[in-house]
Each structure stands twice: as structure tokens, then as C-alpha cells.
């Protein structure tokens, strides 16, 4: 088996706000992976600032990164046959070599790298295995999660007999839809209304404001960022984003604290506030996305409080199903996935959750390129709460041209939605 890594640097047309940060620029991570006797492809962008939230540089961290990429395509395992099929090699690969390596790696180091990290690191040449089983077969590779191609059943990787005898397509909507709503990020330093623009934005025929945005592409769905530290700045752009959303008919917003909160009662105090004095803003919030710390065994908060509002969703704490389960019995009521966190992993985290009645959601790394490919996938498969999130045409629309050309729809938010027909029943994973 041979493994061809590269690194796609994109440029941001507007600055990111994630969490304590603000990101201009993100390298792309480009596998390309002979297995099965077909040549599989796997692209992930290296997200440092939501995987690696820490005090050294930027450029430190992301070059580490890069650096544990270049470990992987040294050591990532080849499978033998069809019959070592891409779950049971990828949970392999997860339970008992990455963690090895990442240990390794890390020895090496000063600043240790998050497991996190590790995962997104691992995800593009996981991400390549899986397109390369489906080409080999000639089978869209969701049409490879049963019995049929599969050496074990769910019930082996969970250790579980309650899944004996099932798969993850077992746990997949039955007739996946062709199209799907689309989430807008509205990130910290995002424009909401033309009157605040300076003169100092691009002018590269794509809206700044998100008054534009929602008026160009139907925008029903729209994520808020958010500070996770200061409460009434909070509110203030919750009420600010809800107006917006009033005004234009958007259909669904979710509140986004980004790990940084401690204390439960911070985010009911902020949605008992919304209930009490803009009701029809409070009702506009679908779930609350990830407000507390994202190792979640070492910050074993009970969230029923929160939860029993509105749904609560776990992201940079889903690591694997075992902390999904464990998000579970600490009163969290559903699952944000990224196939960032490798496709394997994220297949068993939606089964687990959807067999203990957790709602899905399928959340967006900013993923451009080939990554917004297996990621709609995803969404559009396990099925979720409501669409799915997209938000790399807000931030680098170019980066994405060449493969716009061939997946018009996918790339391009209109009505609200994108459009998945032309890679549904399209070999491997569909690029």
C-alpha cells in the first residue's frame, strides 16, 4: 500500500472567530491511499484552533500537526484483503495504534497534542481507506456497512450483545434525501447588518453581512457563535441574531459557547432570560451546542439542567462512542458528528446515539474542497435534527471551484439547501 500526503494552504476571505481566537488561514491535509486495488482519497482541514485550544503560537501548533500527518502516512496499516474492511481496520487503527503514536509523538514535545487533534490528524487517511474499499466493490461505500462486507457486527465494537446482529447501515435512513437544509456560522466578528460595514471589507462579489447571506442563498438555519465567558455580550448577540432572524423567516438557530463554560446555570440563565423577554427567539432555538469543557471525564458536569430546556449537543466532547455514552448519562440528549473525527468513528457514535434515543447532528469543520463531500454524506445518512452545517462558501468560496464544477449543488447554498444527487449512488464516497 502506498500513501501520498500533501498539505492545500486556504486563505480565509473573512477572519474566523473561534472560541479565544481568531484564524485567517488553514492547511487542507490531502491522503491519497492504494488499498483494495483502488486508490482511495481522504482531505481533512487541520483545525487547530478548535482542536488544539492552547497559549503557544498558532504556527506551532498547526506545524505539529502536519508533523503528526507525516507520522501517520509512515505507519497507517494495510489492509490485506476486502475482507479487513475499512471499520474494522479504522477501529484497529483508533483503539490501539493511534493512541501509541500519538504518545510518541508527544514525548517528543514540550506542548503535548490533544487526542483531539490526533483524530483529525488520522481522520483524511481514514476517510481514504473507506472511498478506497467502495471503489474497489463499485459500491457507494455506505452501501458497505452491512453483513455483506463487514467482517464484525456492531456488537463486537461496542462489546455489547444488544447489537448482535446489527450494522451501521442498520441505523441509516432509509431513503437518504437528495437534499438537505444548510446551518450558516455566524461567526464573532460576522457583520449582521449592511449598516455596520466599514468600507474595509472584500469586495469579491460574495455578501459580507449576514442580512446578505441570508438574502442571497434562503438561509433557514443559522449557528451563533459565541464567547462562552461573557454572559451579556452573549445575550446581546443571541437578541441581535434572533432579530435578524425574525425579519427574514429563518427557521432554526443554535447557540454555540464553544467549550468555554463552567457553570450550567450560565447557560440557563441566558435561556430563561431569551424565554422570558423575546419568547419567539427562545422557540427559534432548535439545540445548544457544546458549552462546557471538552474533556469531558475530567469535567464530569451534570447538564440535566440545560438539557431539560432545549437539546443539548455534545461536539469536541464526542471523541468515540464510549464518551458519547458517557455524555449520555451525564444528561446530554444529543450528538453534534464530525467525520473529522474519522469516518469510523463517527459511523459508531451515530449508532450508539441513535440506539439510545440521542438526537444527530452533523456539524461543520469549515470543510471545503473534497471534505464537504463525506461529511453531507454523513448527514444525509445517519439523518439528523434538521439538515446540515456548511459554512466553508462563507469563508473560502474559491478554495472549492474545481469540484463545484462537478457537484453544482453541494457547493452552492441555495433555497436553503444543497443538493447531494450527484454523489449519492456514485462509487467510494462519491467525489
Known sequence: MSITLDFIPVTMRLPLK????????????????????????????????????????????????????????????????????????????????LPTLLQVFNSMRTSPMPYLAALICASAFDLALHDAFGLALKHPTYCTYNQNFMKHDLAWFYQDDAFAGKYPQDFFVQNPPEALPVWHLVGGKDLLRETERTGAEPDDGYPVSLEKWIERDGLKCLKIKLTGRDAEADYARTVAVGEIALHYGVEALSPDFNCLVRDPAYVTRILDRLKAEYPAIHDLLLYVEQPFPYDLEANRIDVHEVSCRKPLFMDESAHDWRLVKLGHELGWNGVALKVCKTQTGALLSACWAKAHGMALMVQDLTNPRLATIPHALLAAYVGTIKGVECNAPQFYPTASLEFEKIHPGLYERRHGVIHLGTTLASPGLGY
Open 18 to 97: 473561534f472560541g479565544a481566537e481568531t484564524i485567517h488561514s488553514i492547511q487542507v491535509a490531502h491522503v491519497e491511499l492504494e488499498a483494495y486495488g483502488a486508490t482511495g482519497r481522504g482531505e481533512t482541514p487541520l483545525s487547530v484552533a478548535w482542536a488544539w485550544p492552547a497559549e503557544i503560537s498558532f504556527v506551532e501548533r498547526e506545524e505539529a500537526m502536519m508533523d503528526f500527518c507525516r507520522l501517520l502516512a509512515d505507519n497507517y496499516p494495510q489492509p490485506a484483503s476486502c475482507e479487513d474492511d475499512p471499520m474494522a481496520i479504522g477501529y484497529d487503527f483508533l483503539e490501539n495504534r
